[in-house]
């Protein structure tokens, strides 16, 4: 069963690509339908006649065109937010990484060392330390200045007198 929000999430995101890939599926499948089937000819000596004649073949095979287009079009949208549901599901809070444990010496048997090692100390590597997140500086926003109206003919007035 789903326990936590980001199973949920993905689940949601999961369902409409589902949807979106299965609306796409049925509209090339129509699609493909509609151009394997045998177009009229019309033949005639009265050429108002086989204009009118293929003139309605043609209006029908627009409508499913545009039909066929809507389908693609809203199946396409659907597929498109269900991966961006999926690409922002809130990824899962992760422990501090582990350190590597160090192999176990054998204590059965210990071995002698020289004079030298004896004398230098053994330094395990220190970590490093992560240099802190700057915090992000954002731009100064302009100061509005607003000069009311009244002010703004005072000061017109003053250079005339």
């Known amino acids: 069963m789903i326990k936590n929000f980001r199973d949920k999430v993905a689940l949601s995101g999961i369902t409409v690509l589902s949807v979106g890939l299965i609306l796409l599926v049925i509209t090339f499948a129509s699609a493909f339908g509609f ?17 009118g004649q293929t003139l309605s073949p043609l209006i029908e095979a627009a409508i499913r065109i545009m039909y066929l287009g809507v ?56 970590p490093e330390p992560r240099p802190e997140p700057k915090p992000e500086a954002k731009p100064a926003e302009p100061e509005l200045l607003v000069i009311p109206l009244e002010e703004m003919e005072q000061q017109n007035a003053k250079p005339q007198q």
């Open 35 to 51: 151009l394997s089937e045998a177009l009229p000819l019309f033949s005639s000596q009265d050429l108002v006649q086989t204009f």
């Open 71 to 126: 389908m693609g079009w809203i199946g396409s949208l659907v597929t498109i937010r269900g991966v961006t549901i999926i690409a922002n599901t809130p990824k899962t809070e992760t422990a501090e990484p582990q350190k590597p444990k160090e192999p176990q010496l054998e204590k059965a048997q210990p071995q002698p060392q020289s004079p030298k090692a004896k004398a230098e100390p053994k330094t395990e590597p220190q």
